[in-house]
């Protein structure tokens, strides 16, 4: 068959249900991981342990300097191999296990070994953890945009990923809630440490497994040659689009950030109620949300649904400060929907940006898009991590360890605004400002159409020069 056949040809990649449902199953394992690490980490340092905002400050501001190195160094990293068997694949399968180990030594801090201990555990723990995270993560979000270039087919692989990154997410808030200290009993962690081990066992398997059944497409990392290190950063620092979806993501890593971390203290302090009823109260309205930015993406494109949930999901958040606490679990419902767009849209918008810098470049360079974009977004996480105890401290909230161990419930009306803050009005803020952002972002309308249609004659060439 002649080249130009195969170009007139090209279409992109369709995948089977099975498929979806097998790419999904890692984002169960490693959102069952980090959502515990997200959600358990403020308290159970800063309540439970007794660790001063200061040395929270500091870890965070180190572990920040960390995030913006290893990210971005991964993604070179992957992009650039050639190994037979692919540029993703091994290093997601051999990493998983120490991310398992590495998550558990989180939570084996000595809680009597004084501030400065507490403070290098914390910090060297959660160093390593992240490492081997963020290789996993970073190759699973580059492997996306590679399998398929229909954006609808990324979308359900992303509508897969979401629905079981939103289970991993939610197991995360109640098996930590089922066996850590409340209430007057004594600050015991055996019971939690040995659910964070079970945790990190399941969570690992379940990525392997994934690893196992999905496959990368032999002519990006047999046909593509490399870029040399300079031309990469010259290229992806000067791309408009990415760097424009990059600063709205930002608002959206921090968003998600500080609401993780806030949950706890809502349902404990604020509300006085089970976890898992204000959880029911975000997760079901998302869950429902995921499969439903299908039909938003095929009316409005990608960037203008992404924009639409953002700012329902802004309002929703920001409404948590003024309206009376009954009304809170309704407005947390609210953002519950709208946070569907950043857990479902924002790795459909990188792929367009990746299939705008192959057209550019030549070569598909996911790793270096997603690792750049790691690098500027997960300080987000630090900057979280540390204004949260500062906003508490500063409104005077009265942690269990000041209280010998207790809970405390009786907080002040300022510490309690300082939770809603914490959770909602800071949220809320950026998450609009996001939506903002994303006015000037280029791809879409008839341009975006051009630059699929090339995007899958140059594929065609690619296949055709593996095959030849």
Not at 208 to 231: A, S
Not at 401 to 427: C, D, H, R, T, W
Request: net charge positive; proline share 5%.
């Amino acid at each position: 068959m002649s080249q130009s056949k195969i170009v007139s040809e090209a279409a992109p990649v369709k995948l089977s249900l099975k498929y979806k449902v097998v790419w999904g199953i890692a984002a169960l394992g490693t959102s069952l991981i980090s959502g515990i690490f997200a959600a358990l980490l403020p308290i159970f340092y800063q309540d439970y342990l007794g660790v001063q905002a200061k040395w929270i400050a500091a870890a965070s501001a180190i572990y920040a300097i960390w995030n913006a190195i290893n990210d971005p160094l991964f993604g070179y990293i992957t992009d650039s191999t050639r190994f037979k068997s692919g540029r993703r694949i091994p290093y997601m399968r051999f990493t998983a296990p120490f991310l398992a180990l590495t998550f558990v030594l989180v939570w084996f801090a000595p809680p009597l070994a004084g501030q400065q201990a507490l403070f290098w555990w914390m910090l060297v723990s959660m160093i390593l953890y992240d490492t081997a995270y963020t290789m996993i993560g970073l190759v699973y979000s580059a492997l996306l945009p590679e399998v398929s270039e229909s954006d609808a087919e990324r979308n359900g692989l992303q509508i897969s990923s979401s629905l079981f990154g939103l289970l991993g997410t939610l197991l995360g808030f109640i098996i930590p809630d089922m066996f850590r200290p409340k209430g007057t009993e004594s600050l015991s962690f055996l019971p939690l440490q040995m659910s964070m081990i079970v945790v990190a066992v399941i969570g690992a398997t379940l990525i392997v497994i994934t690893t196992l059944v999905v496959k990368e497409r032999p002519e990006f990392h047999l046909v593509d040659k490399p870029l040399p290190l300079g031309q990469q950063i010259k290229a992806t620092f000067t791309n408009k689009s990415f760097l424009i979806l990059v600063a709205a993501n930002f608002m959206s890593i921090l968003m998600q950030s500080l609401i993780m971390g806030a949950l706890f203290y809502v349902a404990d302090y604020v509300l006085q109620i089970n976890t898992l009823i204000l959880l029911a109260c975000l997760f079901i309205p998302l869950v429902i949300g995921v499969p439903t930015t299908s039909l938003i993406r095929r009316r409005l494109g990608v960037v203008r649904a992404q924009q639409v949930l953002l700012v329902i999901a802004g309002v929703g958040l920001m409404l948590i400060v003024v309206v009376p606490n009954p009304l809170i679990l309704v407005c947390v419902a609210l953002a519950g929907f709208g946070l569907s767009g950043p857990q479902t849209l924002t790795n459909v918008l990188f792929a367009e940006v990746a299939d705008e810098d192959e057209l550019r470049s030549g070569v598909r360079r996911e790793g270096a898009f997603f690792g750049v974009n790691a690098m500027i977004t997960k300080p987000a996480q630090s900057i979280a991590l540390a204004l949260m105890p500062f906003i508490l401290e500063a409104t005077h909230f009265v942690t269990r360890q000041q209280n010998m161990g207790q809970i405390y419930l009786n907080q002040p009306a300022s510490a309690i605004l300082g939770i809603k803050i914490v959770a909602g009005l800071i949220p809320g803020a950026v998450l609009i400002l996001g939506a903002i952002i994303l006015i000037w972002f280029p791809l879409r309308g008839a341009h975006l159409e051009e630059v699929q249609k090339d995007v899958l004659e140059l594929h065609a060439r690619k296949r055709a020069q593996l095959e030849g």
